[in-house]
C-alpha cells in the first residue's frame, strides 16, 4: 500500500505546492559548458535532444511547473533552461519529471529511487515509467560514452550507445524482465498465466509488456 502511495506521488496534479519556473533556479546549480557534446557523431546523452515543458516535483512535495527540460540519461542529469535561456543542471533533489506536453501518458513520467522509497535494490539514474498500479513497468536506460581512433588518425571519434532495460516494480521488489514469461513468473497469478500462455510468452516487446502489466493491474 504503501508503494502504491508513493507511485501516486509521482503523477499527483494536486495537494503540492506549486511554484513557477523561476523559483527552480537554486544557489548551487551549475551551467552546463556550452559544446559539451558538439564532438558526439552517434547516439545523445539526452531522452529527449530538443527542450520540452515539464513539471518537477521535489523532495519537499513542491512541484515546479513549465520547466524547459532535458534529461541526461548518461550522466543521470535534469537540464533546464534558467530564465536569461542559459542552460543548467539542478543540484535539488527531485523525485520525478512530468512533461506537460503529454500529461494524460504515463510514458511522459521519468522517476528514480527517491521516488520508490519504500522499494528494494532500486538502481541508480532515471526511469521511465511505462505502466502503473499494483504492479508497474520501469524502462531503464544504459548509456556508454565511447571514444575510439581510426587507424592513422588522431582525433578520436566519440559516440554514445543506448542499450534498454526493462524492470518489473511489484510488492516493493524490483525484478529485470525480458519477455512475458519472466512477468508471469514473478507475478504468480492463474489467470495472468493464462493471459501469458494465450500470447505466446516468449515474445519481447515494449508494447507488449506494457499490455501485458496493465492487463494485470486490472485483473
Known sequence: M??????LLVVATVAQKRVGNPLFLHMHDKMVETGKWETVLEGSPFYNAEWRPAAILLVNGTLVNN?????NLLENEIHYLDTAGREM???Q???SVIFSDEANDTTAVFINKLALENADAVPDGWMQLLAKGKASLLKRFLKQDIETKAYSS???ERRINTSIQYLLLYRGHIE???????LANLLQNAAFSSWVA????????????KTAINYF???
Open 2 to 7: 504503501l508503494l502504491a502511495t508513493t507511485l
Open 67 to 71: 520547466v524547459p527540460v532535458r534529461v
Open 89 to 91: 543542471v539542478t543540484t
Open 93 to 95: 533533489p527531485v523525485k
Open 154 to 156: 588522431a582525433t578520436p
Open 176 to 182: 529485470k524482465v525480458q519477455n512475458l514469461s519472466d
Open 198 to 209: 494465450r500470447q505466446n510468452g516468449h515474445k519481447k516487446s515494449e508494447q507488449l509488456l
Open 217 to 219: 493491474n486490472n485483473l
